[in-house]
């Protein structure tokens, strides 16, 4: 076998490889063992994207603050967020360029169209905001992209307003009639980030299910090698990692044990714990861990799809989701979509809290992220284009000023928010869609 070590320090992209298997390396010390001697300089940090979906609009009563600037004070659907309040940036004012129910809310909102197809085979869109970083940054990553979802992904079929199903299951576009079919099977996703070329052949899951090898198995030589070689700090991250790694895979060994159970829900995917919380924080170890090891840069996530009909019974929430979100501006309605709203953002600060744990150059993995978080509909009831529940989050690689609710009078298209954040990660377009500039989004004139 190969080996990847030369000179003093390990490759940035060193990777173990074995039979079926390609386990790429989280950020060590051992990669950078002597910058600024030499004429060395320090590493710079990586800046990833990712985008974290909810669907069927927010309770906006319960989510936008009342002041701006530095001094607002947090909503409850905000209020799980406190922890990361120096790292959020709540944007308010900004509308959908598309407002076409569910298919436009999720069809625009990364793409940023004006106006997607009027029929049901009519399929078409535009180059979606990841789409254009996964085209750069793929150049360096094993992988360009991942787009990630809670629910099966439709490719047919008429959804929203008699549009096809693609509008409400993805936000990711290659090209104008290249909609990118999100993955919701957490084998599938595993496989794809360590399985030797990505495959994520089902034929090939099975012969690895039944001869009950663990995907580390082969690599186990070449992992006591690199032990050898590096300092005891980076060896604690490398058994840390590789216990992840196991961990994940264990997880969902045990999910697919339970496939021949009767499961309470038909839309629970081949390999997915039958039980929601299992299955999502599932998908945020798959990113993290695709993440930390710079396998990708790029992910899109849909914790639903638009028209989710999901339930929330253990948030004594038992609606489903979309009829909940026609609340006819019902109090007792909207609280009730409001909980689910906020249960969404406890979600996202559990995987926020898991992405501050992981040191990465500088700082950790969420100091050099960019996190858009939101939802292309604000007053589900009406199916509004208008205001946008939509957050900023991390630290950017040091590009961000968080701690800010920032609110525009002018009700910029969500488009012009796509081109400020390319330019903040260091890929500057011209246009996005209907995008007609840029935003400020580090401090609004006068706050």
């Known amino acids: 076998m190969t080996t990847f070590f030369t000179g003093k320090a390990l490759p940035r992209r060193t990777l173990l490889?074995?039979?079926g298997a390609s386990l790429a390396l989280p950020f060590l010390d051992s990669m950078f063992p002597a910058f600024g001697l030499r004429g060395q300089s320090a590493p710079s940090p990586v800046h990833r994207f990712q985008t974290f979906y909810v669907p069927n609009g927010m309770a906006m009563e319960y989510w936008s603050p009342t002041s701006e600037g530095r001094d607002f004070g947090l909503t409850p659907i905000l209020e799980p967020l406190e922890p990361f309040r120096d790292q959020m940036l709540v944007l308010s004012g900004i509308r959908a360029n598309w407002v076409q129910i569910h298919a436009g809310a999720s069809g625009s909102f990364l793409t940023g169209i004006p106006q997607g197809g009027r029929t049901e085979t009519e399929i078409v869109a535009d180059v979606s905001m990841d789409q254009l970083l996964a085209r750069e940054f793929g150049r360096e990553t094993q992988l360009a992209s991942l787009e990630l979802s809670m629910d099966a992904s439709a490719n047919a079929g008429a959804c929203s307003s008699n549009l096809s199903c693609v509008y409400t299951h993805t936000l990711s576009w290659r090209g104008p009639t290249q909609p990118l079919p999100t993955e919701y099977n957490p084998r599938a996703v595993f496989e794809r980030l360590f399985g030797d070329a990505g495959s994520t052949d089902r034929a090939v899951r099975e012969v690895r299910l039944r001869q009950q090898q663990s995907i580390l198995d082969s690599v186990t030589d070449k992992i006591g090698a690199l032990s050898r070689q590096i300092g005891a700090q980076d060896q604690i991250k490398v058994e840390q990692y590789t216990e992840a790694i196991r961990d994940v895979e264990r997880r969902i060994q045990r999910a697919e044990e339970q496939i021949d159970m009767?499961?309470?829900?038909?839309?629970?995917?081949?390999?997915?714990?039958?039980?929601?919380?299992?299955?999502?924080?599932l998908m945020f170890d798959l990113k993290i861990l695709a993440l930390q090891t710079d396998l990708t840069r790029v992910i899109s996530f849909m914790i639903g799809k638009e028209q989710s009909p999901r339930p929330y019974p253990q948030i004594d929430v038992p609606d489903a989701h979309h009829p909940l979100s026609h609340h006819n501006n019902q109090p007792e309605l909207v609280q009730r979509m409001s909980r689910i709203n906020r249960y969404h953002t406890q979600l996202f600060s559990q995987y926020l809290a898991k992405l501050r744990e992981i040191p990465d150059v500088d700082g950790t993995l969420l100091d050099n992220m960019t996190i858009l978080y939101g939802s292309g509909i604000s007053n589900s009831t009406r199916h509004?284009?208008?205001?946008?529940?939509?957050?900023?989050?991390?630290?950017?690689?040091?590009?961000?000023?968080?701690?800010q609710h920032l609110a525009y009078a002018d009700e910029p298209g969500m488009a012009n928010l796509l081109v400020t954040l390319m330019d903040k990660m260091g890929v500057p377009v011209d246009r996005i869609g209907a995008s007609t500039g840029a935003l400020q989004i580090d401090t609004l004139p006068g706050i």
């Open 262 to 281: 009767e499961l309470p829900s038909l839309e629970q995917p081949e390999g997915a714990p039958a039980v929601f919380e299992d299955h999502l924080e």
């Open 384 to 403: 509004s284009g208008q205001n946008l529940p939509l957050l900023v989050m991390g630290g950017g690689a040091g590009t961000l000023r968080g701690g």
């Open 17 to 19: 490889k074995g039979v």
